[in-house]
């Protein structure tokens, strides 16, 4: 099985989600593959886990002084007819 990584450092919409210890990224449909998200090295805070928002169902992950790498699947389902989805960081 052969499979492409897209690799793409993103400055995505990052929002306090109101819940201790959670912060939430906001990803358009398109964004998939390998994530990278600066200002999420491990200098800022420490993640403990990566979710997808809508069905709690865990991501890869690893963090380090160049940010926050996620893996999103491309085929990754999501709800309704929204036209992204979001993560949620817990830390």
């Keep these: 099985m052969t499979s492409t990584t ?5 400055e995505p919409i990052i929002f306090y989600s109101g819940k201790q210890d959670e ?10 593959g390998e994530l990278i998200i600066i200002s999420l090295s ?13 069905t709690n169902e865990k991501l890869e992950w690893k963090q380090d002084r160049k940010g926050l ?23």
């Design 6 to 10: 897209k690799i793409r450092t993103l």
């Design 23 to 32: 912060l939430q990224i906001f990803l358009n449909e398109t964004e998939f």
């Design 42 to 54: 491990d200098d800022q805070l420490l993640v403990k886990e990566v979710l997808l928002e809508e």
């Design 69 to 91: 790498r996620i893996s999103v699947p491309e085929g990754l389902q999501k709800s309704g007819g929204n036209m992204g989805r979001a993560l949620k960081v817990m830390f």
